[in-house]
């Protein structure tokens, strides 16, 4: 296991360094005046100033020089103050946010996060509490209406699920609102009275003891958590289900039944871990899918974090900050691989003695 | 064929293969005769010919004002409250469709399924934009699963290093999450090359090829451990023609499943980057923007449902048809769930 996992963190660098690469080679479509961005604030309108600039920061160097310099930074000789480096966190400036990358992504991944956690248990769980439930039932009316909601949500885009949600629960109904917390409770969360221990307000608000708070921070949740998760219920449901169906037939479980195990025993202890095996293989898959939903869920929703930062960045062209995020977005990849894999291997013995 | 094979093949409840059968090869001939009796697969079929038909007919059903640029939607004024389906069309109406007086017996044009705020009429959106989502669809399935095709058989079939390099640039590519990839992508290109349909596809097709690759590596590299491949390279047979002619043949069917199931999902990709506001500029004929104009009135949704019911069931019932002829094709064609059906 050791070995294996050790092995598999071998190859992280090397992912990492074609990631970079790839970033790198987007970034050389933008002229050098705009990568200027990568160091400096805001650029100067004579062209005098300019080629120096392009100079000082040696954005006229071989590509070599300026990945190199776009890695660890740009140091100037006569104040030893260094300008930019991804490796010292350093993205440059973002035209959009007009403030550093950095300390746009700081001040918009708590928002983020927040939904990603409060998403992580639906996502995970609904899809193979489904599945389970319609292969217990095979071919009867429960399992037919799954398996169309399989096919049928998996179909679905979800801006067009999260508008229609809008249009339903907030339009229509006015019961679960856009946004992340309603005026009243933002003026609370805004008070000095109110500790911001983690920027996360639904946990803020239970340490603080707001439960009104709190509950005003959820209602604003529970429409993106849905859009965010059905895609992933309809994936998991039919993956979750055929696997069920096939560990069912097998001897095993017959001879489970047959000693006089309990039905939900059979299922719960004897067919589902293994059952489960390939719904975790769509894990790596999952994560990716999240990533890309959390952009759509923030801008329909009018959700302040990172995603709709991303998009907003990205229809104005602010490629510096888009890049940044993209990075961030990668590098959150490269590390859900790798513990997905090892929890894989963990499962499952035959991969890490492969 | 004597009269014992024909014993033998009765007993184990197979006929004879007809012409037909003969023509196209035994796998072939099931997979055709398990898409067109198979309901599910039956429904897929129906609802893609009505778009394929909508899309053919788009002249005829929503005959553009100016026929060189069909593609931008007309518009009728610039307020920006959207009016329902059914007013009439106040400013410069559109040639009226030959089909339009004798079934409603009515001589002026109405916004059949109203229009968006500043005015872009849905009806036309809806129609055109089926063009746009199968010519999105197919052409990037096309090119992805070309691309995906040849790096996946060249990795597996060579093996050692290739396999090894190939395998690792795929690995790069896939920590890249498609979406905010192709939006980023296409951000950067949208100056070179500018705006339209052209830089969102090429930064979808740049990103997408992974999944055929990886699909495609692993079937070849399961009918390449089988006897014929080998006696094939015994008796001398080139490189190539073994891969084209013996081995692709063979491992081809799990990556129709894919081109089936990956034109839907890549008409919704484009879609999605459209509502966002990347790709062809606003009043272009495409779903995405129609949905996008949803979000000038987010408070009042369910007064201006139309917005988003018309272009949006448009949407998922183009990626239902080619989800429910994918899913048919792959229950098809896995062996394990033949007669569980």
Not at chain 1, 208 to 224: E, G, T, Y
Request: proline letters at 6%; aromatic letters at 12%.
């Amino acid at each position: 296991m050791v070995n294996y996992v050790i092995r598999r963190l071998m190859m992280v660098p090397l992912i990492l360094f074609g990631v970079t690469l790839l970033i790198f080679g987007m970034l050389q479509f933008l002229s050098p005046v705009e990568r200027s961005a990568l160091y400096v604030r805001e650029f100067p309108k004579n062209e005098r100033a300019l080629d120096a600039l392009i100079k000082q920061y040696g954005l006229d160097q071989p590509v070599y020089v300026q990945y190199w310099t776009w890695l660890v930074g740009h140091k100037n000789p006569n104040t030893g103050e260094v300008n930019g480096g991804i490796l010292r966190g350093d993205f440059g400036y973002s035209r959009t946010a007009s403030q550093p990358v950095v300390d746009m992504i700081k001040h918009r991944f708590p928002a983020t996060v927040e939904l990603a956690l409060w998403a992580l248990i639906p996502v995970v769980t609904g899809g193979v509490f489904l599945g389970v439930i319609a292969a217990v039932n095979h071919n009867k009316p429960i399992d037919h209406i799954s398996r169309i909601f399989g096919i049928v949500g998996w179909s679905f885009p979800d801006f067009v699920l999260g508008l229609l949600l809008i249009m339903i629960f907030y339009a229509k109904l006015g019961w679960l609102p856009p946004g992340r917390v309603s005026d009243w409770a933002n003026q609370v969360v805004m008070s000095p009275e109110f500790r911001n221990y983690t920027q996360m307000i639904t946990v803020d608000a239970l340490l603080n003891l707001r439960f009104d708070v709190f509950w005003d921070a959820l209602k604003h949740l529970i429409l993106p958590i849905i859009t965010l998760s059905y895609l992933w219920w309809a994936l998991q449901m039919r993956v979750t289900r055929s696997s069920m169906l096939e560990t069912l037939r097998q001897d095993y479980i017959t001879t489970a039944r047959s000693k006089g195990v309990a039905e939900k025993t059979v299922i719960r202890k004897h067919a589902l871990p293994n059952a489960l095996m390939p719904v975790v293989t769509l894990a790596g898959g999952t994560v990716l899918g999240l990533l890309s939903g959390v952009v759509i869920v923030e801008v329909i929703f009018n959700y302040p974090g990172i995603g709709s930062a991303f998009a907003a960045a990205a229809v104005q062209l602010d490629i510096i900050t888009v890049l940044a995020f993209t990075l961030l977005n990668s590098l959150i990849m490269v590390l859900a691989y790798v513990v997905i894999d090892v929890l894989y291997a963990y499962i499952d013995p035959r991969v890490r003695l492969d | 064929m004597t009269h014992e094979d024909t014993d033998t093949l009765e007993h184990i409840g197979r006929k004879p293969p007809n012409k037909l059968e003969k023509w196209l090869g035994t796998e072939t001939y099931r997979a055709l005769k398990g898409l067109v009796t198979n309901p599910v697969s039956l429904a897929g079929f129906l609802l893609l010919g009505m778009f394929i038909l909508v899309a053919i007919f788009a002249p005829v059903l929503a005959p553009p004002p100016f026929p060189d640029d069909p593609y931008t939607i007309p518009r009728d004024g610039y307020n920006p409250v959207p009016k329902p389906p059914g007013t009439e069309w106040g400013v410069r109406p559109p040639p009226l469709p030959f089909w339009w007086e004798p079934l409603t017996g009515k001589d002026n044009w109405i916004h059949i399924m109203g229009t968006t705020s500043g005015q872009w009429d849905i009806y036309y959106g809806v129609v055109w934009g089926t063009r746009t989502s199968l010519f999105v669809g197919l052409s990037i399935t096309a090119v992805v699963a070309i691309i995906g095709v040849i790096l996946g058989s060249i990795s597996a079939y060579y093996g050692g290093a290739v396999d090894m390099i190939l395998m690792r640039v795929v690995e790069v590519f896939v920590a890249f999450p498609f979406l905010p990839a192709a939006m980023t992508l296409s951000a950067i290109l949208t100056p070179v090359i500018g705006r339209g349909l052209f830089a969102p596809m090429v930064a979808m097709m740049f990103f997408g090829w992974t999944g055929f690759a990886r699909l495609v590596r692993s079937d070849v590299l399961s009918v390449k451990q089988r006897e014929y491949v080998l006696a094939a390279k015994v008796i001398g047979v080139r490189d190539g023609r073994i891969m084209f002619r013996h081995i692709l043949p063979n491992a081809i069917y799990p990556t129709l499943v894919m081109v089936s199931m990956r034109i839907g999902s890549y008409a919704i990709s484009f879609a999605g980057l459209s509502f966002l506001g990347i790709g062809a500029d606003i009043g272009y004929a495409d779903w995405g923007q129609l949905l996008a104009f949803a979000r000038d009135w987010m408070t009042q949704l369910s007064t201006y449902w139309y917005i988003i019911i018309f272009p949006g069931v448009a949407l998922v019932l183009f990626v239902l048809s080619w989800n429910l002829v994918g899913d048919a094709l792959r229950d098809i064609l896995d062996p394990r769930m033949q007669g569980s059906r």
